[in-house]
């Protein structure tokens, strides 16, 4: 039987190209995740505040899934389309991820998928 487990969130959309995360010897790996709304492919409205709140809370499912909640996160990277939205995707991460977070980077890129403004992905660990 193999080490690695793939998991995915039938309530949450994704691309057929990769699971939602990945699970090896209790280490997390959750695949970028977008500010979709459950069940299909489209960005919430409301811009990086509120993509931002719908990618953890996508995030949160898939971190239940695999056994885990935000509490066991080591690492989040963050992607952001407009460095100048920096203080309200920063602002809305904190009132999904507390105020003992965990290690981070915001990384500025050009473009992501679906024309999101953010995009997270992160490690955790199974308790």
Do not use: W
């Not at 505040?49 to 066991?72: H, P």
């Not at 920096?86 to 809305?92: H, L, R, T, V």
């Amino acid at each position: 039987m193999s080490r690695i487990r793939k998991v995915t969130v039938e309530r949450l959309g994704r691309l057929p190209a990769f699971c939602h995360a990945t699970v090896v010897d209790g280490q997390v790996l959750v695949s970028g995740t977008l500010g979709t709304a459950p069940g299909g492919m489209a960005l919430v409205e409301g811009g990086v505040g509120a993509q931002t709140r719908q990618a953890l809370r996508n995030i949160g499912e898939i971190l239940a899934a695999c056994g885990c909640s935000f509490e066991d996160v080591a690492k989040v990277q963050v992607y952001l389309t407009d460095m100048a939205a920096f203080a309200e995707m920063n602002a809305a991460y904190l009132e999904l991820v507390g105020e003992d977070p965990p290690a981070r980077i915001t990384v500025g890129c050009a473009a992501l998928a679906l024309g999101a403004a953010v995009e997270i992905d992160c490690v955790a660990f199974v308790p």
